[in-house]
């Protein structure tokens, strides 16, 4: 893609985006503390599930010190269904550094910006662009997306040096309005140009100059690597009832969903007889079974085939943590593939 087309997207897309851009509620400032957790929620999760999230955490922990200080449990619940949780740990790690070295006031410098935990390219540039009005691009997939389709360039947008390579050539054209130029940019690859649907071409700000719409390439681009099948694991998760409240426990501190709370389960699909054995052997002592249910939970790379069991126990094992529901449901933080079974 000729500069002189990078140059064009500025005009075609500053306009465009003040007529007809959402009302997010992270638009409503330039905060860098609100678009940074903004962007944090928003990665491999959709807008309108990040709302309600967004709303909850900042009522919660309104400013840089109070997620520095926050409990894990209270995190944990705060985001608590939003998944890829080591987001919130990365989090609340990267506001004590913000504490520590910047007396807490959010760096302004890119270079500062991008060294704190959990934030990359796309973030650091999002919110030294949005929040300091810095000509520092963010390209996402979103944006990924509307410019290749604006080339009709079939490299495959996995290639690290794919996403180099547009970053250094939208800084050359950056308009003084930075911020919205970032955010025009992520509307279009988000709304007209959305991903697993055909693009809105004919209502597109940039059709006139976009090579996509004029080969008729736009709706097969981008061009990414096929996705690896996912690992299918089967487990069993006991649901523990005992004089009204359930047992769980907490995962260990590594590895998938790492020192999350859980559901007590085992790998394998258990009968009833087993399932009755292993109740028996944990020293729960089994009373009736209610009822088991199958169900699925699917990560990036791994689904879970799980079998609920359902069992009234006569004794509150002291290796579980043992709570009534409503305590669960308010206070304890359960992963979405747990939560589903109670």
Known sequence: MSIETYQKLPGALLAWYAAAHRDLPWRQDRDPYHIWISEIMLQQTRVEA??????????????????ANAADDQLQKLWEGLGYYSRVRNLKKAACVIMQEYQGVFPREYSQVIRLPGIGPYTAGAICSIAFNQPKAAVDGNVLRVITRLTDDATSIDQPSLRKQISEQLEKVYPSQAGMFTQALMELGATLCGPNKKPACESCPCKGFCLGFAHGTAAQLPVRKQKPVRRREEKTVFILSCQGCYGFCKREESGLLAGLWELPNVPGKLDIKDAISYVEEIGANPKQIFKTVERKHVFT?????????????GEKIPALTWEPFETIKDNIALPTAFRQFL
């Open 50 to 67: 990040v709302k309600g999230y967004y709303s909850r955490f900042l009522a919660a922990l309104p400013t840089i010190a109070d997620l």
């Open 301 to 313: 790379h791994i689904e879970w085939d799980m079998r609920g069991v359902y069992v009234d126990v």
